[in-house]
């Protein structure tokens, strides 16, 4: 075998070497990056996650859901799938099951949805959604954490709309599942919320940890022109969601 023909040999093999490196550490950094991702929502492969779909309040029919809701619901599903674990809908009315067991996605606020009801009241008994004073012209409500108002403002007040989500990550018990809230004040919030959530997981885990509560409210901005797609981070509220209010001096 001549120099020329070693070296060329030589050559193919330190690029084969360097390329199966290459791909090695690849699969490592996707299998870690998985691993985190399991393990920030709960979901090891072949687990099961809950997803609890909410109703329309503004609709006569008891079982509407939203578009902008359905929209949240498949996002839900994909971030379950690429998990490797199964999802399944159920209505919130039809939930009779209890925390721990199953990885669960609550859609909607408590107006459209008992199971949200139930867990702001358990879980997040700072938090609450308070029907606008009559000369407000709107039925939407306001998110209320602690001493902190976050108003919807109608196009009239800003351009295309303002609207917040709470996102939060509570019930965390040793060995069992977590529950994710995605309380909005509108559908395309919910939306929002849940794409923020598939979106920024890395960042809510490195700001809380894989196994922390947390409790954030985000603001959708210009919905009407944007949709679900302009997100902003409004404030972490962990604090306040989670201390439940003192009783009023008699």
């Known amino acids: 075998m001549t120099d020329g023909v070693l070296n060329v040999v030589l050559g193919l093999v330190a690029s084969a070497i360097s390329a199966g490196l290459g791909w090695l550490a690849q699969t490592v950094r996707r299998r870690r990056r998985l691993g985190r991702e399991r393990a920030f929502f709960g979901l090891p492969a072949a687990g099961e996650a809950l997803l609890v779909v909410n109703r329309q309040p503004s609709a006569p029919d008891v079982k509407s859901v939203a578009r902008d809701d359905v929209y949240a619901l498949m996002e839900l599903a994909a971030l379950v799938r690429e998990c490797g674990a199964r999802a399944t809908l ?13 990885t669960e996605f609550c859609v909607g606020g408590p107006v459209g949805n008992k199971r949200t009801a139930a867990h702001l009241e358990s879980w997040l008994p700072g938090v609450a959604f308070v029907s606008p004073p009559a000369e407000a012209g709107h039925p939407v409500h306001t998110l209320v954490v ?3 108002e976050f108003r919807f403002l109608t196009s009239r007040e800003e351009p295309g ?6 996102l939060a990550r509570v019930h965390l018990r040793e060995g069992g ?3 994710f809230v995605i309380a909005g004040q509108t559908a395309v919030s919910n939306h929002a919320g849940a794409r923020y959530l598939a979106a920024h997981h890395r960042t809510l885990a490195r700001a809380h940890g894989r196994d ?9 901005v ?22 439940r209010p003192q009783p009023a001096a008699a």
């Open 177 to 179: 599942r977590p529950v």
């Open 212 to 220: 922390g509560a947390f409790a954030v409210v985000l603001r959708v």
């Open 222 to 243: 210009n919905a009407r022109a944007y949709g679900p797609d302009v997100v902003e981070f409004e404030a972490d509220v962990t604090a306040a969601a989670t201390t």
């Open 90 to 102: 159920t209505g919130h009315d039809e939930v009779r099951q209890g925390l721990g067991d199953k």
């Open 146 to 148: 602690g001493s902190r």
């Open 161 to 166: 709309q303002r609207a917040h989500v709470l």
